[in-house]
């Protein structure tokens, strides 16, 4: 294989597909010292995932704005969507759109691997992490420490236009491994007469049995705020007329950046943050993830101060009945994964390594 450039050794297609943005990016590939590979993002196009008729039409939309010298180089390409990937195929999740990865192989003339979006996620965060450091933010714990990782299993957690959940293993070679879930569809646990409340609302209002989703998402912002607001005691400010004039959807964004200044938008996102941190604490303790809690996903990577300030996130987080779980809670390290690019770093791995052309078990080393 002749080299990408004198810089890189190969040039990967990596792509980003969830309910609100699709990224695709062009990723270049270098071998680093002790055999570890630098990853580096080239170009990135991002596209408005709702304005797109399906994957290809973005594909081709990106692809016209690569630059030609690059495109030439690519020699593999991954994608990974937020739902379930069997047989290199899926729907997604919050957009009616069917995948396919060996159509799109056969457009593209390279291999195309498709893989979970929170795989993508989960195998970009070491890479990230070993590369670039700076792009996550500890949450320290109530005694003011950071713990170190200290466990073969990582978690992840990450609250967007839907709800993921995926987690890594640390094999004794050190390779990892990352397994995709669909733990943000789980039933929502309510832990105080507040949040117990607010699923009544939500499921009185909807007629079904909401999951985690419809409270730890962009629309969940939209169902704590509205189910504040039923409260008639509360007075509508000119902040929350201006918000309820826009459509639900487009709202979440709104309540957050108003949470410094509007006592609905405030108490709007305090609940949120107590609810991302209940169920953060119950993904640790599912995967004994003391290797590390990571918070990934849009809404995180934007609101890191309402994650970091004050002791509301880990407070909550660390309460527990049992002794042992609050101790055990407490050997968790809790980063904000602050790079939303981070799941393309994942994707362009698993170009290089997980394709069906040249994927080995011993491949699965990040």
């Known amino acids: 294989m002749s080299h990408a450039s004198p810089s890189f050794d190969r040039i990967v297609l990596a792509g980003d597909i969830g309910g609100t943005n699709t990224t695709l990016a062009l990723v270049g590939i270098r071998n680093g010292r002790h055999g570890q590979k630098q990853y580096e993002l080239l170009q990135r196009v991002g596209l408005a995932s709702q304005e797109l008729s399906g994957l290809l039409h973005g594909v081709s939309l990106a692809r016209r704005r690569f630059d030609d010298a690059l495109w030439r180089h690519v020699d593999a390409g991954c994608l990974c969507a937020a739902g379930a990937i069997k047989n290199n195929r899926g729907k997604l999740t919050n957009l009616p759109w069917e995948v396919d990865g060996e159509q799109l ?18 195998y970009g965060i070491p890479i990230l992490f070993r590369q670039s450091p700076q792009q996550f933010s500890a949450i320290p714990h109530s005694d003011g420490t950071v713990p170190p990782a200290d466990g073969s299993v990582m978690a992840v957690v990450g609250a967007g236009t839907g709800l993921g959940v995926g987690f890594l293993t640390t094999l004794p070679d050190g390779s990892v491994i990352a397994h995709p879930s669909e733990g943000g569809h789980c039933d929502f646990a309510p832990f105080d007469p507040q949040s117990a409340a607010l699923r009544g609302f939500v499921a009185a209002r909807s007629e079904i049995t909401p999951d985690t989703e419809c409270f730890l ?21 000119a902040v929350v007329r201006r918000i309820l004039n826009q459509p639900p959807a487009h709202r979440a964004p709104s309540i957050a950046e108003a949470a410094d200044d509007d006592p609905l938008c405030r108490r ?17 303790l599912h995967f004994f993830a003391t290797g590390g809690l990571f918070l990934a996903g849009g809404i995180a990577a934007k609101n890191v ?19 042992v779980m609050r101790r055990l809670l407490r050997r968790v390290p809790v980063h904000v994964v602050r790079d939303y690019s981070v799941s393309l770093y994942g994707a362009a791995y698993a170009a290089a390594c997980l394709n069906r052309h040249n994927y080995t078990p011993e491949e699965q080393i990040v």
Do not use: W
């Not at 192989?105 to 989960?122: E, R």
């Not at 101060?305 to 002794?323: A, C, M, P, S, V």
């Open 217 to 237: 998402s962009g629309p969940g912002i939209g169902n704590i705020f509205d189910y504040l607001l039923s409260d008639r005691r509360t007075p509508h400010s």
């Open 105 to 122: 192989a056969t457009d593209l003339g390279v291999p195309v691997t498709l893989i979970n979006d929170f795989s993508g996620i989960c």
């Open 268 to 284: 709007t996102m305090k609940l949120f943050v107590r609810i991302y941190a209940r169920f953060a604490s119950s993904v640790a």
């Open 305 to 323: 101060r309402l994650l970091l300030e004050g002791d509301l996130f880990i407070q909550t987080f660390e309460q527990h009945y049992h002794d």
